[in-house]
């Protein structure tokens, strides 16, 4: 199981964690980082909109603001 937290850019949790259970179906080694982007994608999805005005960028569907997207290994 991973869990996904959604940050503020202060450090503080924007939504609940996400918790996420991963089946590996291989022994491909990178195989847990490609699912774990392919939910952080859904999630992202699902908390935001990508428009290409405004400046283009990711923005949150409760209009608190922008969505910078950064993964932590």
Known sequence: MITILI?????T???DK?????KRETNWEEEVVVRCSEEA???T???STHTWE???GWYLND???RL???YLY
């Open 45 to 47: 999805r699902s908390i």
């Open 13 to 15: 949790i924007l939504e």
């Open 63 to 65: 209009g608190s603001g």
């Open 68 to 70: 910078v997207i950064g």
């Open 7 to 11: 940050l503020q850019l202060d450090g």
């Open 18 to 22: 996400h918790e996420v259970l991963l």
């Open 54 to 56: 405004k400046p283009q």
């Open 41 to 43: 994608d859904r999630i």
